[in-house]
């Protein structure tokens, strides 16, 4: 598609003019038949401000019935509008990228929760980008805020999925990534008992998103641990629908390890997983005859491929991990789960991520054009080195992965191996053959 790419749109947040956020609107309304009833909500970059109050105006210019909840995370808004009524929600969030981005993800009403738009819905959401149409803008009336509602309703929502448990005796570190979570943040695990050293969690618009913390940057959470002598730490993203973890001895725990863990939890034989998982938890799920349903990279390709399939846990390695009963990944939750397992097990992180034993990965990014993330796909030149390098890794018993990134304009480049100082090496040959080439 042209706007819509692995998650959303995503772009320079200058890009989303009152324009093209009016045609965003006027395509969901089309698409409805003009008829929904819309919940908006999103992270706390300094754009997500006043792009929600132009979404504001966009639904008051086709006449359409919405509420503003403000900050909040991505998993929150999901669940929330569902509960509360609304047809469709729109979260404005670019996820993990840096402050001078924004996006636009856009749920619909599944069967039985809230599920990101179908791709009917997104092309004629493109179509109406497209158009050549304006519209005169009406002005936003006095909305009730539903901030505090939400948060209330969702943090129910994690507390009864959650259940029993008891997180006495821990003391863990959360970064909040001064995003969406920082309005939820440690509250609800000090509820269970848990002590909670908190960083990052500055929950205003603003620039700091992102901005060396979080699951992107786990530096500072590293550093917490092992300093505090705590039990664990959590990382969260910018819009929350992530999270990665680190052990009592500093090592990050990513999303592969994380499935490894919940999946043993609750005994299952399935798991939904993309191409960039390590080939650790294929090894892992062999070993333990357990199905690995592999899929293209994003979380909705990962959420459609249970439903159709009906596995009950999914993700990516990322952090993006979507649990059972859940329609998509939820940072916060996943952090509350793996908690819970960390007490009941009586055992530190590490000695349970130790199911699954991590091959060396590294993970090369080469800059590149819209142009050239598409004459990967077709340069026979290209195919040919790939082929090439695919036999370079046999002696290392390892695993190529190139693909130009749905949401940035980069190629990355993913090797796996027996040896990381020679999958390096070979990663950033690579990555200089194939920018000549393209």
């Known amino acids: 598609m042209k706007y819509f790419g692995t998650d959303g749109i995503r772009k320079e947040a200058d890009e989303f003019n009152s324009e093209f956020l009016t045609k965003i609107v006027a395509g969901l309304a089309n698409y409805a038949n003009d008829n929904a009833k819309i919940l908006l909500g999103g992270d706390t970059r300094e754009s997500s401000e006043w792009i929600l109050s132009d979404l504001e105006s966009a639904c008051e210019t086709f006449g359409l019935d ?73 002005s936003p009336s006095l909305r009730e805020d539903l901030h505090d509602e939400a948060v209330s309703l969702y943090k129910e929502h994690l507390a009864n999925y959650l259940g029993t448990a008891d997180f006495s005796g821990l003391h863990i570190a959360m970064d909040c990534a001064n995003g969406a979570t920082s309005v939820i943040n440690k509250t609800i695990f000090e509820e269970f008992g848990a002590k909670v050293e908190l960083i990052n969690a500055d929950s205003n618009y603003g620039t700091s998103i992102n901005a060396n913390c979080g699951s992107t940057h786990l530096e500072n959470l590293t550093n917490l641990v092992i300093e505090k002598g705590l039990n664990f730490g959590v990382a969260f993203d910018g819009d929350g629908d992530r999270c990665l973890m680190v052990d009592e001895f500093g090592h990050e725990i990513d999303g592969d390890q994380i499935i490894a863990i919940l999946a043993n939890y609750f005994g299952l034989n399935q798991i939904a997983i993309t191409v960039m998982a390590n080939q650790g938890l294929l090894n892992w799920a062999k070993d333990h005859h357990i199905e690995a349903e592999i899929t293209a990279v994003g979380d909705s390709n990962v959420a459609a491929a249970m439903r159709e399939k009906n596995i009950k846990i999914g993700g990516e390695q990322s952090g993006h991990i979507i649990l059972p009963g859940e329609a998509t990944g939820d940072g916060m939750l996943t952090a509350l789960m793996v908690t819970k397992v960390i007490s009941e097990a009586k055992k530190p992180l590490s000695t349970l991520a130790s199911i699954m034993t991590k091959y060396p990965q590294v993970i090369v990014n080469l800059p590149a054009t819209p142009n050239q993330k598409e004459n990967l796909k077709s340069s026979e030149s290209a195919k040919t080195l790939l082929l090439d390098y695919n036999q370079k890794l046999e002696p290392l018993a390892g695993r190529l992965l190139v693909r130009p990134s749905g949401t940035e304009n980069l190629i990355r480049i993913t090797m796996w191996g027996n040896d990381e100082t020679s999958i390096t090496t070979l990663a950033n040959q690579l990555k200089d053959e194939l920018s000549k080439c393209l």
Do not use: W
Request: charged share 20%; proline share 5%.
């Open 66 to 138: 919405y509420g503003n909840v403000g900050v909040l995370p991505t998993p929150a808004i999901n669940y929330c509008f569902y509960e509360m009524g609304f047809d469709f929600a729109i979260d404005v969030t670019a996820s993990h990228n840096p402050y001078t981005d924004n996006g636009i993800k856009i749920f619909e009403r599944g069967p039985f929760s809230g599920q990101k738009l179908n791709e009917a819905g997104c092309k004629t959401i493109e179509s109406s980008l497209d158009s050549e149409k304006t519209y005169a803008l009406a």
